[in-house]
């Protein structure tokens, strides 16, 4: 059963329906919420899919290459393979929601729902992942996503120097990577 991602410590929520159950992977849905004023996650790429927003309520930013656009309620942004992408409340009074998705889906929301998982038992802030597995995982998942602004390859050394550790210490078996 998926659970219900609640970063309370920063504001938000993430919420994933069934759909990557019933398309087989072809698409994974969810909803975000985000409280007045706060950001999403740090600028990334997605190399193997496209990702999509509709705003669902409140005024959506999306950051796409760089570029800025506040969507309302019913509007869609879409983001294509590659694009280094984030995405904020623009209201600093009212929370927003919006519907995402993949597609395809790859291994893009066990990622989210283990390390949220983690980062509610461990004080409700994606910064308190557990450090050398989610090194681990983000070596092992580096053709689904990527962060922005760090050359893929300095990624590969860091990631993998983590993942090396990780297996060493045995802490890599704390997030069982999906098939």
């Not at 329906?17 to 919420?33: A, F, L, N, Q």
Request: glycine content about 10%; aromatic content about 10%; charged content about 25%.
């Amino acid at each position: 059963m998926k659970k219900v991602i609640d970063l309370y410590k920063i504001g938000e929520k993430i919420e994933f329906s069934d759909t990557r159950e019933i398309t087989h992977g072809k698409r994974s849905e969810g909803k975000v919420t985000l409280q007045a004023g706060k950001n999403g996650p740090p600028l990334h790429i997605h190399p193997n899919c496209e990702e999509g927003f509709e705003v669902l309520s409140g005024a959506f930013t999306v950051i796409i290459n760089g570029k800025e656009k506040t969507l309302q309620k019913g509007e869609v942004a879409i983001v294509k393979r590659g694009e280094a992408h984030t995405f904020k409340n623009a209201s600093n009074s009212e929370p927003v929601e919006a519907k995402f998705w993949y597609e395809p889906a790859l291994r893009l929301e066990w990622m989210l729902q283990t390390f949220g998982e983690d980062a509610m038992q461990n004080g409700g802030d994606w910064k308190n992942v557990s450090l050398l597995p989610s090194m681990y995982v983000m070596y092992k998942l580096r053709n689904e996503h990527r962060l922005a602004g760090m050359p893929f390859w300095l990624q590969n050394i860091l990631f993998g120097i983590g993942a090396v550790l990780a297996k060493l210490t045995g802490s890599h078996k704390k997030f069982k990577l999906p098939e």
